[in-house]
């Protein structure tokens, strides 16, 4: 189908970069591309980050990543005030890429990167065109672009780095990098830093095929599930802290039930009136050592050990659940 331009409204239209239309429709999101319509319509004044999102709908973060974006390629020109204006018409030419790279590296500066522990590896911020060129260059990442685009819709600059860096830098698979994000949409988790991280876990301990990365998942699901149903037991409303979700994994991997764990924050309420994680992996490992598996057991020798504690004061018997239970209350 062909259109053609109303050339009665032509007196009120604006230009843009033959580079835009050229490179970016592809790799510029919905929102750095009305980012960017809104600064070309008002060429020769300066906007702030607040007056584009006031404008287009977008957040200010998000304004203010689309300019870096806009900057990045020299589609757009620093002011000295801090805010940005689109460049004069002859300065929106498109620059050869080696241009381009010379020019966000002496005149911008580098883009904010990932907290260390969400990438604890060197990562290579690559710009538009490089990540054009690796896209060219490249069938598996521009397949697995599809894949991901599908999944998480329109992937921003930082995520198209990441999927790069992942398959390139770490050495994943396409197919383990899918399973992985697909399982990052299944508990919410879509921010890239929280998917590299698990990227650099797998990589680690060389989970690299799609059979190795759907066990890891079903594991990682079932940990996630555990640990729901001990902060439901616990009444937390926060997610679990580094700490405490070590004890958990430490008590899923030792097979204390949830049945068994309960009954131990229980008791820790009782001694000390506050949720206690460590006391509580106190109680279950006196338990363990003391043999007791079960609540009933906990109980049995609980109710044995106050049934029997005064007759047995005076004739001296002794009983192997009751000697256990001693060993457990007088430990605390």
């Known amino acids: 189908m062909d259109f053609k331009t109303n050339s009665g409204v032509w007196g009120t239209m604006f230009g843009v970069p033959c580079v835009v239309a050229d490179n970016f429709l592809k790799l510029a999101t919905g929102e750095q591309l009305k980012v960017l319509l809104y600064i070309l319509r008002c060429s020769g004044r300066s906007c702030s980050d607040e007056e584009i999102a006031l404008n287009t709908g977008v957040?200010?973060?998000?304004?203010?990543?689309?300019?870096?974006?806009?900057?990045?390629?020299?589609?757009?020109?620093?002011?000295?005030?801090?805010?940005?204006?689109?460049?004069?018409?002859?300065?929106?030419?498109?620059?050869?890429?080696?241009?381009?790279?010379?020019?966000v590296q002496e005149a911008q500066p580098e883009p904010p990167q990932e907290p260390a522990k969400a990438s604890p590896r060197p990562k290579q911020n690559l710009t538009p065109s490089e990540i054009s060129q690796v896209l060219s260059d490249s069938v598996d990442i521009s397949e697995l672009f599809k894949i991901a685009e599908s999944a998480l819709g329109p992937l921003t600059?930082?995520?198209?780095?990441?999927?790069?860096?992942?398959?390139?830098?770490?050495?994943?698979?396409?197919?383990?990098?899918?399973?992985?994000?697909?399982?990052?949409?299944?508990?919410?988790?879509?921010?890239?830093?929280?998917?590299?991280?698990?990227a650099c876990d797998w990589a680690d301990n060389e989970i690299n095929d799609l059979g190795a990365a759907q066990e890891e998942v079903q594991r990682l699901t079932k940990h996630n599930d555990f640990t729901g149903k001990i902060m439901k037991k616990f009444e937390m409303i926060r997610r679990p802290t580094q700490k405490q979700a070590e004890f958990i994994a430490q008590w899923q991997k030792e097979g204390f039930s949830l049945d068994l764990i309960g009954c131990a924050y229980e008791k820790t309420i009782e001694q000390i009136n506050k949720l206690s994680f460590e006391y509580i992996n106190k109680i279950l490992l006196s338990w363990k050592e003391s043999g007791f598996t079960t609540v009933k057991q906990v109980r049995d020798a609980e109710a044995d050990f106050k049934n029997s504690r005064a007759p047995r004061k005076k004739t001296g018997e002794t009983g192997s659940d009751v000697d256990k239970y001693k060993i457990v209350i007088n430990h605390f």
């Open 59 to 103: 957040s200010i973060q998000q304004a203010s990543d689309a300019v870096l974006f806009w900057q990045q390629v020299n589609v757009l020109t620093p002011q000295s005030t801090g805010s940005f204006s689109a460049p004069q018409p002859s300065l929106m030419a498109p620059p050869e890429p080696a241009d381009v790279r010379e020019t």
């Open 157 to 198: 600059h930082t995520q198209q780095n990441s999927l790069i860096w992942m398959h390139n830098y770490l050495g994943l698979k396409t197919e383990v990098i899918v399973t992985l994000i697909y399982y990052c949409i299944s508990i919410e988790k879509t921010n890239s830093g929280y998917i590299e991280k698990i």
